[in-house]
C-alpha cells in the first residue's frame, strides 16, 4: 500500500521528534549549581577587658613618687620600705622600742582609686615563712581619707590582713570594717573558738569582689567568704598596703606583689 505525500510527511515529523526525545533521554540532566556562599560576616570583634583603675607590679627600682607615699607610725629600731626583686619589700625591726606602741609602716596610693561597683582589688602577699610570726600582721585598707600615719585611726574603712598566731610559725586572715567610727568584723576564720593553732601563710594571692550589694572574699582561688553589703560605700580611697609589728623583735620581712584595683 503507498501512502499519500501528506501522511509520509507526518510520519517523518514524528520520527524525527521520537529521535530527539530519544536522544535527549541519553544526555545527562543538568543540575543547577549553587552560587557561592557569600562570606561569611566576620565575628563581632571582642570586647577588650577593663582598663585597671590600678596596676602595679613594682617592676622599677623603686617605688615612683608619683603613685605611692609612705606611711610609718610610732619608733622603730629598723623601717625598711623598699623595692626587692620586682617586690614591695616592707621591713621592720623592734628591738629597744616603746613597749606601750604597736608599730605601724608600708605605703598607700598617692591618688584616691574609683571603686565603682562592680570592682575587684587584687594583691599578692608573701608571708615569708615566718619563724615567729607573734603580733605581725600585714594587708590592705581601702581608706576614703589619706594620711602619712596609721590608717587604723581613720574613721571610715575596709581591712583585710593576715595576722601571725602564737607560737608564731602558723596565722590566720580577718576581714573587718569601720563606717563613721562603726565597727563590723565581717570573717575571722572563727578564731579562737575554731583553728586556734592558726594554719600555714604562704604566697596568699588576695581578691576583694565588690559587686555592691555583696562583698566577697577569695584567697588563693577559693572563696573564703562572702556576704551583704551596706557599710562602707565611698565612690572612691586610699589603698594601703600595711605592716605592723609590736616591739622587742628582731628584723622581720615580707612582700606584696601584684595589687591591682579593676572593674569586673
Not at 623592734?94 to 591618688?111: E, L, S, Y
Not at 570592682?119 to 602577699?125: A, D, H, K, R, Y
Request: hydrophobic content about 35%.
Amino acid at each position: 500500500m503507498t501512502l499519500k505525500k501528506p501522511l509520509r510527511t507526518l510520519c517523518g515529523v514524528v520520527a524525527g521528534a521520537l529521535l530527539l526525545v530519544s536522544l535527549a533521554c541519553g544526555r545527562p540532566t543538568a543540575t543547577a549549581v549553587p552560587a557561592p556562599p557569600r562570606d561569611a560576616a566576620p565575628p563581632a570583634a571582642a570586647r577588650p577587658a577593663p582598663e585597671p583603675r590600678l596596676e602595679e607590679h613594682f617592676d622599677g627600682p623603686q617605688l615612683d613618687p608619683a603613685k605611692w607615699a609612705i606611711t610609718r607610725k610610732n619608733d622603730f629600731q629598723e623601717s625598711t620600705i623598699d623595692i626587692v626583686g620586682g617586690r614591695l619589700r616592707l621591713r621592720a625591726a623592734t628591738i629597744g622600742t616603746d613597749d606601750k606602741t604597736v608599730k605601724f609602716h608600708g605605703v598607700r596610693t598617692v591618688h584616691p582609686v574609683s571603686l565603682k561597683p562592680p570592682v575587684e582589688i587584687g594583691f599578692t602577699l608573701d608571708w615569708n615563712k615566718q619563724a615567729n610570726g607573734c603580733y605581725l600582721s600585714a594587708g590592705v585598707f581601702l581608706c576614703p581619707t589619706a594620711t602619712d600615719g596609721n590608717p587604723r585611726d581613720e574613721d571610715t574603712m575596709l581591712r583585710f590582713e593576715y595576722v601571725g598566731v602564737p607560737p608564731g610559725k602558723n596565722g590566720r586572715s580577718w576581714l573587718w570594717s569601720r563606717d563613721q567610727k562603726l565597727e563590723r568584723l565581717l570573717f575571722d576564720e572563727g578564731w579562737p573558738k575554731q583553728h586556734r593553732e592558726g594554719r600555714a601563710i604562704g604566697v596568699q594571692q588576695v581578691k576583694l569582689r565588690w559587686d555592691g550589694g555583696r562583698l566577697t572574699l577569695v584567697e588563693n582561688g577559693k572563696e573564703l567568704w562572702s556576704g551583704p553589703w551596706k557599710g562602707f560605700d565611698p565612690p572612691q580611697a586610699y589603698l594601703y598596703l600595711q605592716m605592723s609589728s609590736h616591739s622587742n623583735y628582731p628584723p622581720r620581712e615580707l612582700f606584696f606583689d601584684d595589687v591591682t584595683v579593676s572593674p569586673r
